[in-house]
């Protein structure tokens, strides 16, 4: 199985990726998380990505591409995937349809996440995330237990750098011009494309979630029809 969560930064992506990745033993592939420990390990990839990350632009898609290629080969083919925030362009979105062409998978379901534009701007300047394990809080809508420390593992949260107000006006405007025109390459795929109101209770969103994916990737209807809204 191999699930595209799409849709704006902000919208929740990561945290309901990280809670069915738990709950069906799915690789949970996060460009971004990757990214991320890219640079921290001080890697080549991590110094030529940096630039692009701190002002909100997107990685060139041969760096993205090759970074998914390696990551997928470190685990069984099998696996169940959810990829997040990947892909990013049409190259990318082709791109990976060739990379799992190769390995003799394709995409099963498409969710896209929507949300207003404030909302974003909101839940983008109150997220906080776990270094260590990837989890994702919000200090208005999904605060952790103890403030600024991970549930999970116990590890000090952190405010990414580029959740700061200007560089989120620019990844928005990015996901418009580069990522949105997404929606209607997948529209025309031979995987479904589900829409989720993302601008909900966590648990509200993860139950539709939940739904659409053991519904969207049991192959049960004719994938454009359910694309469509038909059926
Ligand atoms: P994210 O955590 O998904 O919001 O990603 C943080 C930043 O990493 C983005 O603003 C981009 O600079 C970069 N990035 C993550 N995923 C991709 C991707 N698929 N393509 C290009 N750039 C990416």
Do not use: W
């Not at 849709?7 to 971004?32: C, F, I």
């Not at 632009?57 to 685990?75: A, K």
Request: net charge negative; proline share 5%; with cysteine.
């Amino acid at each position: 199985m191999v699930v595209i969560l799409l849709g704006p930064p902000g919208v929740g992506k990561g945290t309901q990726a990280v809670r069915l990745a738990e709950e069906l033993s799915a690789a949970h592939v996060s460009t971004g998380d990757l990214l991320r420990a890219a640079r921290r390990e001080g890697t080549d990839l991590g110094r030529k990505a940096q630039g692009f990350m701190d002002r909100g632009e997107l990685v060139p898609d041969g760096l993205i591409l090759d970074l998914v290629r390696e990551h997928l080969s470190s685990f069984d083919v099998g696996t169940p995937v959810l990829f997040d925030g990947f892909p990013r362009t049409e190259d990318q979105a082709t791109g990976l349809d060739e990379l799992l062409d190769e390995m003799g998978r394709s995409v099963d379901l498409v969710v896209l996440f929507e949300a207003d534009d404030e909302v974003l701007v909101k839940r983008l300047s109150g997220r906080r995330s776990c270094p260590e394990d990837g989890s994702v809080y919000n200090v208005y809508f999904n605060p952790p237990e103890t403030e600024g420390v991970c549930d999970r593992c116990g590890t000090d949260l952190v405010h990414r750098k580029d959740d700061n107000a200007e560089t989120v006006a620019r990844r928005l405007q990015v996901y418009q011009d580069e990522t949105a025109p997404l929606i209607a390459f997948y529209g025309e795929h031979d995987a479904p494309l589900e829409r989720i109101e993302a601008d909900r209770e966590v648990d509200d969103v993860f139950a539709d979630f939940r739904r659409t994916v053991s519904t969207g990737s049991a192959g049960d209807r004719a994938p454009r029809e359910r694309a469509e809204g038909r059926g």
